[in-house]
C-alpha cells in the first residue's frame, strides 16, 4: 500500500504505537505475535506495550523481530469482556487499558491500539483522553469492502452512541472525511448521509437539517457532498464516506457481517453436496481463497475511535496475529500522516467558520 | 411447500388473487407470464387482473393454463415508478393499482399482488383498505434467507413508516408472529427485538419499553419472545421473526442485498482471473448454482403489507415472470390459510387484552 503524500512526521523517524497487551480473547501471545510481524514488516515502528510486565518480558524476548522494539509499562489489572464501563471508570487505574490510554495522553503516541471491552474502551477515552474542542459526541468509524477503486468505503458512526442530532452527524462528516484522506489517501472524499430513500424530501427531521448542513460545509472543508444514500450504497460506489447514527451505523454493519458470515456457510455447504461438487471446490480452490481474501474481515481490523484528543484503534476481540498487525498496520499509517493533529485543525477550523457565521449573522440582523 | 395445516379455505374451492398488471420495470407481459407460470402449477387459483382491457386480453389469449382463469377488469391509468404517493391518492381513481385494490376492498379476493410503486401502493392500501382497528402504523414485511430450518425469517417494518413507537413495536410482534405461523407454517415462532446490543439496559427508550411489553403479550399471544436480538441474527437462527422500526428495517434489508450483491459480483470476478479459474468455475457450475438458488431474491419475491383490511402482496419492482409467480404462491398460501381474518382476530384479541388490563388495573387501584 503506498503512503499518504504528506510526509511530515515520515522520514527516518521512528513512529511509536501504544498497545494494549491484554483484554483479547486470545491473550498477550496473540498480541506480541501481532506485533513482531508488523516489526518485522515495518523497520519504522516502535511500540509502548502494556500489561503485566512478567508475562510480556517472556512473550517478547522469544520474538527477535522484537529485539530493540519494545517498551513494557506493567500492568497488573486486565478489562474483562463483561466489565461494566462505569466500573471500569472508576476502579480501572491498573489495567492495561487505561495505561495504554496515558501513552497517547502523555504524548509518546499518537495512536493506541487495544483488542478489549469496547464499551469500556470508549469510556475511558472520553475521560482520559477527552473530546476534541468542537466535538460533542465522539465516533466509531469502520472501513467496508466496497465497490470502490480504493477497495473500502468508511462507514460512522456504528456505535459509540445511539444518538446523533445534526451537529453531530455534520462532525461524523468532518471526521469521516478526514479519515478517508488519511487512512485511504483520498484526496477529496464523496460523503453521503444515510437515509430510506435519496430524495430529499424524505427520513426524519433531523437529517433533513444534517443534510444542509453538509452541503453548506463540504466545498470549504475538502468534501464533496453527494447528499442522500442508502443501505445498498454502503459496499458501493456512489460516496467514499457513509455518515450515520451509531444505532443505525451498528445494524447495518452488524447486518453484513451476519450476510457475508451466512453465503460463506452457505457456500461451503453447496460445495460439500456430492463427491462431485467436492471435486470441483478442489479446483476452484485458488479462485474462493482469492474471493475469501477480498472479503477477509482481518485484513481491515480496526474500528477507529474519532474526536478525542488522540486515536485510537480498537481491533476485533478475537484478532489473531494477522489481525493485530493489521490493526498496528492502520495505527501506524494514521501516525505517520499526523492524522490526530490534522483531524483536531479541521474540527477547530470548522467550528471557528461556525462561529463567525453565526457573528456574521448575528450582525448583519443587527 | 407444504400447504398450512388450517384447511377451513381450501379443498376444491377457487381462490382468487386480486394482480395490478401494469406499473412493473417489465410490463404487463412479465406479469401475465407469471401468473401463466403460477396457473400452470396450481389448479386451484383463479385471477382478477387489472390494467388496459386491450393489451390484457391480447396478452392472456397467448396463454393456455390461463384460459378460463382470469377476469380482466378495465383499468386505463398506470402508477409510475416516479409518481408521488399524494398525487396518486388524488388523481389515481383510474390506475390498475387502486382497481387492483378494490377486488380486496369488496371482498372478491383477499389478497391483492402488485410490482409497482412502493410509496403509492402503501398510501392508496392506506385510504382504501384502512388500518385493522388497533393497528396505528401499518408496516411492511419481508422473507430474510436464514440459517433457520424453514430456511427463512421475517423482518418488520422494512419502510411503511420511519417512526415506531413502543406501542407500534408490539403490534409489529403480532403481525409478524402471524405472519410467521401462517406464511412459514410455524407453531409457535420466536420474536426477537433489534437493538444495538443484547443487554437490557442497553438502546433505546422506547425499545425498553417495548421490551417489557412484548415479554407481557407473548404467552397470550402464541409466540415466545427472545428479547434483544443484534444485526447478526437477522439472518440467524436465535429467533423467527425480527421486529423493528421502518428507517432501521429499511437500512438493514438494502445493506444486506448491496453486500449479497458485492460477494456474488467478486466471486464472478474471482473465478475470471485465469484461464486456470475459469475451468474451475465450469466444474464449480452446478455448486454455484445450488448457493445461487438459495440466495435468489425471486424465490421469496414479496414484502407484505400488514395491519390493513387486507393483504398486500408488494412484488419488486424488477420482477421477473419467476418473481412474479413467486409472489402469487405467497399470495396464494397467505389467502388458503385466511391470514387476512386471522391477523385481523389476533389484533382485536390483543386490543381487547390491553382495554382489559387497563380496566383491570383501574378497578384494582381503586
Not at 200 to 208: D, I, N, S, V, Y
Not at 270 to 291: N, V
Amino acid at each position: 500500500m503506498s503512503v499518504a503524500n504528506d510526509q511530515s512526521k515520515a522520514g527516518s523517524e521512528r513512529i511509536v504505537i501504544s498497545v494494549d497487551a491484554m483484554g483479547g480473547d486470545r491473550g498477550p501471545a496473540a498480541v506480541v505475535a501481532g506485533i513482531s510481524m508488523s516489526a518485522e514488516e515495518n523497520p519504522q515502528i516502535g511500540f509502548v506495550l502494556h500489561g503485566p510486565r512478567d508475562e510480556l518480558e517472556k512473550l517478547v524476548a522469544k520474538r527477535k523481530a522484537l529485539t530493540g522494539r519494545v517498551e513494557i509499562r506493567d500492568a497488573k489489572d486486565t478489562v474483562l469482556m463483561t466489565d461494566k464501563p462505569s466500573h471500569v471508570m472508576r476502579h480501572g487505574k491498573e489495567t492495561s487499558m487505561w495505561s495504554a490510554l496515558e501513552s497517547v495522553r502523555s504524548g509518546e503516541a499518537d495512536v493506541c491500539v487495544s483488542c478489549g471491552n469496547t464499551g469500556a474502551l470508549m469510556a475511558l477515552s472520553m475521560i482520559r483522553l477527552r473530546k476534541l474542542p468542537g466535538i460533542n459526541r465522539p465516533a466509531i468509524a469502520i472501513l467496508w469492502p466496497s465497490r470502490n477503486p480504493q477497495g473500502f468505503n468508511v462507514m460512522l458512526d456504528v456505535g459509540a452512541d445511539i444518538r446523533a442530532d445534526e451537529q453531530d452527524l455534520l462532525q461524523y462528516a468532518l471526521m469521516g472525511a478526514s479519515y478517508a484522506r488519511n487512512g485511504l489517501q483520498l484526496e477529496r472524499p464523496r460523503v453521503g448521509l444515510l437515509n430510506v430513500g435519496t430524495e430529499e424530501h424524505k427520513g426524519r427531521a433531523e437529517l433533513k437539517a444534517a443534510h444542509e448542513l453538509m452541503a453548506a460545509t463540504g466545498p470549504n472543508a475538502n468534501f464533496e457532498f453527494v447528499g442522500f444514500v442508502e443501505g445498498g450504497d454502503i459496499p458501493g460506489d456512489v460516496c467514499d464516506v457513509i455518515v450515520t447514527d451509531g444505532f443505525t451505523g451498528n445494524v447495518a454493519l452488524k447486518t453484513g457481517e451476519g450476510t457475508a458470515s451466512l453465503i460463506s456457510e452457505l457456500m461451503k455447504d453447496s460445495f460439500m453436496h456430492s463427491p462431485l461438487s467436492k471435486l470441483a471446490a478442489l479446483l476452484a480452490y485458488t479462485s474462493l481463497r482469492r474471493l475469501k481474501k477480498r472479503m477477509d474481515p482481518r485484513r481491515v481490523n480496526g474500528g477507529v475511535f474519532l474526536g478525542l484528543n488522540g486515536t485510537v484503534v480498537k481491533s476485533h476481540g478475537s484478532a489473531d496475529a494477522t489481525g493485530i498487525a493489521a490493526a498496528v498496520k492502520l495505527a501506524f499509517q494514521l501516525s505517520q500522516t499526523g492524522f490526530s493533529q490534522k483531524l483536531a485543525a479541521r474540527v477547530a477550523s470548522a467550528t471557528a467558520a461556525a462561529k463567525n457565521a453565526g457573528t456574521d449573522q448575528a450582525e448583519s440582523s443587527e
